[in-house]
């Protein structure tokens, strides 16, 4: 039995009745999650599997162990923070959190906030000055990156003073002189020493940030969890990983849930096969162009392959250009019908020289460079007017710099969609491989509702789109032209649809 309200068994939680404000009978399959002493504990499960009150729970464990205490539970959008994650709260704990202030004080003085972080300037405002003990992130798989996991390192730093119980077991095993009211007082050493001894010792955490989610494919979770990621972190990093198996808690699911899941697996087979079987080689983005697609390739390795460079043969590199936003470049070898997508490249603030500076300093012979439309716009305030003309004087005549003539944005969608079942991808294309599986629709945000989510007919401009268009234009070159070391920018205004003008629609970026 935990101290703190995590029993293992209901003879367990009955004694806890009488001894913990909140207390939580655990199954055996949760225990290793909701026990975990480590700094980063994580839970990747299926639907039912019962990580959020595992995450509830442990987060009310450490405000009450640590009075005083402040922890932050996280959520990426705001609608699902109050309608699931506050709710789920108020079931588990019985604690209403007053929608407006989203925060509540625990009877010890500790503090448990509530945020959501759809604008990151505003969850960045507002995570400015916090001193955590402890947060957590809910649903971390909505999350496109590790970048608010990473942030909240920098904020849980809190000097934590244990309650009476705690330090008693520390002064008889002599490692604290005696109970202290204010930890802030000890000295560092000691401090360092007791808070070793409540992990190691007395089995109890500390600092924690706590992550639960769905499997989403290889995301930044499987990245820096997962036992079978080689960037994986280990116990001794902190990081504590703990996995769900499909169907552990189905005698707490009633039948119509099963029933219904059944009939997912015939319907949605990505869906059931990530969110029911906790499989981790599908992608199920919500909205999502290519995210289907990227899972296959996963599937089939064909992303994340290692030593895909062919020395023997010449690369292309495809651009998306960008000037507040990002510059996102390709590079590609074809390889009989297949691409084999070498390396990528993205930056931005920069000029034309920079990235020609990037090219040369990679060991690839190039056979031409590929820009969008808009490279052939005046400059202001430079000899050269285009960046197309400064990246030809950059390259010389021996690397031709080719423009992509204007196509409708559902052209390149299309046939970026016809070309990625022939496409393997090395794993210096990281970011680049991420930006094809969050590439989305835009949300309509006039039509959409809680229940649920409308789009446009158009792709979301944001982070990941710049990387998406470069590759598009991979596939539109592809498509209609034969890539060789010879320009053909004629050649490619023979083709009727380029010289069409008649419902051209959207145009590029």
């Given amino acids: 039995m935990d101290d703190f309200g995590i029993a293992r068994t209901s003879k367990e939680a009955e004694e806890l009745k009488g001894q913990s404000e909140y207390y939580f009978k655990a199954q055996d399959f949760q225990l290793p999650f909701a026990c975990s002493t480590s700094p980063f504990p994580c839970r990747v499960g299926p639907w039912g599997d019962g990580k959020t009150v595992c995450m509830i729970m442990m987060g009310i464990k450490l405000s009450q162990m640590y009075p005083g205490n402040e922890g932050l539970i996280i959520r990426k959008r705001f609608n699902a923070l109050q309608r699931s994650t506050m709710r789920d709260f108020t079931k588990w704990t019985g604690i209403e959190v ?109 600092r924690q940030i706590i992550v639960i989610a769905n499997a989403c494919g290889h995301n930044w979770i499987w990245k820096r969890w997962h036992p079978n990621s080689k960037e994986h972190m280990t116990i001794e990093d902190g990081y504590d990983y703990s996995e769900g198996k499909p169907f552990e808690n189905v005698e707490f699911l009633p039948e119509m849930t099963l029933k219904n899941w059944r009939t997912l697996e015939r319907t949605s087979p990505k869906k059931y096969n990530r969110y029911v079987m906790n499989s981790h080689e599908d992608y199920d983005i919500e909205g999502a162009y290519y995210a289907a697609l990227m899972s296959d390739a996963l599937k089939e390795k064909r992303t994340e392959c290692e030593f895909l460079y062919d020395k023997t043969l010449p690369v292309y590199t495809f651009w998306d250009l960008g000037v507040a936003d990002e510059t996102a470049i390709w590079f590609a070898q074809i390889v009989g019908d297949l691409i084999y997508l070498v390396d990528y490249y993205e930056n931005t603030g920069e000029g034309m020289e920079h990235y020609s500076k990037v090219l040369s300093s990679k060991p690839y012979k190039y056979a031409g460079h590929y820009l969008p439309h808009d490279a052939a716009n005046r400059l202001q305030g430079v000899d050269i007017t285009t960046r197309l003309d400064i990246l030809k004087s950059l390259r010389g005549p021996q690397e031709p710099v080719t423009i992509i003539p204007r196509h409708r944005v559902e052209e390149r969608i299309q046939a970026v969609r016809s070309l990625l079942p022939k496409c393997k991808f090395d794993v210096q294309t990281e970011k680049g491989v991420e930006c094809l599986n969050q590439y989305h629709r835009e949300i309509n945000r006039a039509k959409s509702t809680d229940e649920e989510t409308y789009y446009l007919p158009k792709p979301c401009h944001d982070k990941y789109s710049n990387g998406a268009d470069a590759f598009g234009y991979l596939a539109i070159s592809r498509r209609y032209l034969t890539l060789e070391v010879t320009p053909f920018y004629d050649r490619m205004n023979d083709y009727n649809y380029m010289q069409n003008d008649t419902g051209i629609g959207e145009l590029l970026y």
């Fill in 98 to 206: 007053p929608e407006q202030k989203k925060s509540v004080k625990l009877p010890c003085g500790s503090t448990i906030h509530f945020a959501h972080c759809e604008n990151m300037d505003e969850f960045r405002d507002g995570l400015h000055g916090m001193n955590l003990g402890w947060a957590a992130i809910e649903q971390g798989d909505e999350l496109e990156s590790a970048d608010i996991f990473e942030m909240l390192m920098g904020r849980c730093r809190r000097i934590l003073t244990p309650i009476d119980s705690i330090q008693q077991r520390l002064v008889r095993r002599k490692i604290l002189p005696k109970i202290t009211k204010n930890w802030e007082t000890l000295d560092r050493e000691t401090r360092q020493a007791c808070e070793l001894s409540i992990i190691n010792d007395l089995k109890l955490p500390t």
